[in-house]
């Protein structure tokens, strides 16, 4: 197969075949062979039914891309052939840190899922006076491991190269000294008055290149954390009037900043 590959898991509307695209981290090819096992293999085996011969994109988590092709399906695993190295994608021309408080397991999954495949790069989880969910230390290392499968997922379903980094959750107070010595762009989103119009900020500035965003629970964040943040250089902000959950809060807030800063918006050349 020569030309150009289509990197998406559905036929493309001038008829190009779909490429599906697999991400197999710590990839070790020897002589351009590798097998896949676990997850990746059965999700290309018993549910898209691929068999020998079919051609996909495989990614190694790191930003490198190759065209690979199924040699045989063994009990073991998958064995397939690389092909050939791919381009790698242009980067987004902003780097988006979202510091979001630690919502309701379904919630807090959808976030990750949905600001993933917007891009975002880095995402910290924390936890604040109105917190209401409160991760116990037995429960954490169950709840990360999914977050990190969904945001592999997602890095699929976008075509990224790199899935978003999520780290441990930390504190609210740790999190904005963390920050305070940070130059860039950071903006905490603020329901109170006196906060700046998002869209306005991000065109009235020269810093464009890298955001960092903070997002509350469900409850919001108290006047006291709002001064907290402040004095460590987060810009209050506003989305406008409508009152949004946490989780619609967080992806809108990604959202405009890809669309004012990044590569939201028409490719080149089309």
């Known amino acids: ?121 880095h995402i910290l989880p924390f936890s604040s006076l109105r917190t209401i969910t409160i991760l116990k230390r037995e429960r954490l290392s169950n709840r990360m491991r999914r977050w990190r499968e969904i945001a592999k997922s997602s890095a699929k379903q976008s075509g990224r190269v790199v899935p978003a980094q999520i780290d441990a959750p930390t504190s609210f107070r740790e999190l904005t000294a963390k920050w305070k010595e940070e130059k860039e762009m950071k903006a905490i989103l603020w329901e109170g008055g006196g906060a700046t119009d998002l869209k306005g900020l991000l065109r009235g500035s020269s810093q464009a290149g890298k955001f960092i965003g903070m997002v509350g629970p469900e409850g919001g964040f108290t006047g006291e954390e709002i001064e907290l943040a402040a004095d460590a250089g987060f810009i209050p902000v506003t989305l406008g009037n409508r009152i949004l959950r946490s989780e619609t809060a967080a992806t809108t807030m990604v959202a405009i900043v890809q669309y004012e800063w990044g590569d939201l918006g028409v490719k080149e050349g089309s």
Do not use: W
Not at 10 to 15: R, S
Not at 30 to 39: A, F, L, N, Y
Not at 64 to 90: D, T, Y
């Open 1 to 121: 197969m020569t030309g150009v590959f289509c990197l998406c898991n559905e036929k493309c509307a001038d008829g190009r075949e779909a490429m599906r695209r697999f991400l197999v981290e710590n990839l070790n090819a020897q002589d351009g062979v590798c097998t896949i096992t676990g997850p990746e293999a059965r999700h290309m085996t018993r549910v898209l039914r691929m068999e020998a011969g079919d051609r996909f994109v495989l990614m190694d988590g790191k930003g490198r891309r190759f065209l690979a092709s199924i040699e045989s399906v063994m009990r073991q695993g998958v064995r397939v052939a690389i092909l050939n190295p791919l381009p790698e994608p242009s980067p987004s021309p902003v780097t988006i840190t979202l510091c979001q408080a630690l919502l309701k397991s379904g919630p807090m999954e959808y976030l990750i899922q949905k600001t993933s495949e917007l891009g975002v790069d």
